[in-house]
């Protein structure tokens, strides 16, 4: 098991930028794939991006390439989604995500074992 806590989302103007975290802790001290994933109001929960255990391979939708990068601090059991040159169209609740056995490339919420509870993140034009 691991529990998750999401943390800095707010409200910024289109072009801004915001630093989500996830906070990882639970009863195991098992390396997990991280995965951030986003919903708006009235859709459905999207992939953003995706981390390895080693931070190495990485994967992001199309939408955030560029602009959006995920990163992990092992030692600190902390998964980061710097965003840059936000849209109002990221607005969304941002969930921080983790399974012990799926691979980066993986992109279906379904796939994900654990989750956090979420942070808004609203971009206003």
């Known amino acids: 098991q691991v529990q998750l806590v999401e943390s800095g989302g707010g409200l910024v103007q289109a072009g801004g930028s915001l630093r989500l975290s996830c906070a990882a802790s639970?009863?195991?001290?098992?390396?997990?794939?991280m995965g951030w994933f986003r919903q708006a109001p009235g859709k459905e929960r999207d992939f953003v991006a995706a981390?390895?255990?080693?931070?190495?391979?990485?994967d992001y939708a199309d939408s955030v390439k560029g602009r959006f990068t995920i990163s992990r601090d092992n030692a600190k059991n902390t998964v980061y989604l710097q965003m840059n040159s936000l849209k109002p169209e990221d607005t969304a609740v941002y969930y921080c995500?983790?399974?012990?056995?799926?691979?980066?490339?993986?992109?279906?919420?379904?796939?994900?074992?654990?989750w956090g509870q979420g942070t808004q993140v609203t971009v206003s034009s």
């Open positions: 995500a983790a399974d012990p056995l799926l691979r980066v490339g993986v992109r279906g919420s379904g796939e994900y074992a654990y």
């Open positions: 981390i390895s255990r080693g931070g190495i391979g990485i």
């Open positions: 639970g009863r195991t001290s098992s390396s997990y794939v």
